[in-house]
């Protein structure tokens, strides 16, 4: 289980839309082998074939797939975006920080969602997480909420 | 026994979320009810008396015989709270 480390987090993310936005969250974790290219794919043909329903929160994007299109550990990576994206949501645009979710089946996607659920459901966090400009700032944020 | 299904596209990530925090709503309240995630494909030939979930599904669930009601922040107990109070309390 995988979730924030150094790895995973990167800062000051250029990306030019939404698609490589959420390419972006995912090669963390494919760098990583923690999910395959597959489910990248996968990911991206989520946002097509549903929408943006994934941009969760104001400023906030969950891109996942299934376990099944190709994930090898349950994980969480961040990107933010040095200039925040569109991804077409009615409320919660434009998207500057953006989560890469590769869901297990197991029992850590539960952990994994909770911990994402305890960082989120504050709101100041969010702030401190778009303003960040170092991985150690992030780290603080991640610490607070244990 | 009251039923509720969260809804998204897949029925993995996002609505798993959003069943926390309503559950954690309704304990709160004191309401007791069965809350289940689901991708909204299954929902569609699912029974529930509700259905939470973001405005872009909710279009595709139109006609469920389930009361159908929208929550554009998921990590906000403020307007889930509130939500549930105005579609489910009221």
Redesign the interface.
Known sequence: MRFLEPDIVKIGVEAADAESAIEAAGNLLLQEGLVEESYIEAMKEAYRKNGPYFVLAPHIAIPHARPEDGVNEASVSLIQLKEPIVFGHIMNDPVQIVFGLGASSSDEHLILLKKLTGLLNDTTNVEKLSNATSYDEIKNILEMER | MMKILTV???G???S??LK??VEQALNEKGIKADVEHTD?STASSMEADYII?????AESLQGHSAKVFIV??????GEINNAIKEHIES
């Open positions: 998204c596209g897949l993995q990530g996002t798993l979320i926390m925090n909204v979930t973001s405005n872009e599904l554009n922040n998921y990590f906000d107990m």
